[in-house]
């Protein structure tokens, strides 16, 4: 019914904070690492949400449909 979607995003590049934080400030104190890695998660849930409501929805109607269609084929097959 759905065509399969990709696009969720539940871990990031290990790479990426350690350029951000040990390549480009070392200095950096682990609260600062900390406080930017929650923010991304965050952002990363709140994206995933969006996606994941659309693909209910689609299914939702989907299945609405679906009895829709069986409904139809009951009503045309007693009626023969």
Not at 5 to 15: G, K
Not at 29 to 36: E, G, I, L, P, Q
Not at 40 to 54: E, G, H, P, S, V
Request: net charge positive; no cysteine.
């Amino acid at each position: 019914m759905l065509w399969p979607y990709y696009a969720y995003t539940f871990r990031f590049d290990p790479e990426q904070p350690l350029q951000d934080f040990v390549d480009k400030n070392p200095s950096e104190t682990m609260d600062v690492m900390h406080r930017a890695l929650a923010l991304r998660i965050k952002t990363d849930m709140a994206n995933n949400w969006r996606i994941i409501q659309r693909l209910r929805m689609a299914l939702q109607l989907a299945l609405f449909l679906l009895l829709l269609e069986l409904l139809a084929w009951l009503l045309a097959i007693t009626r023969v």
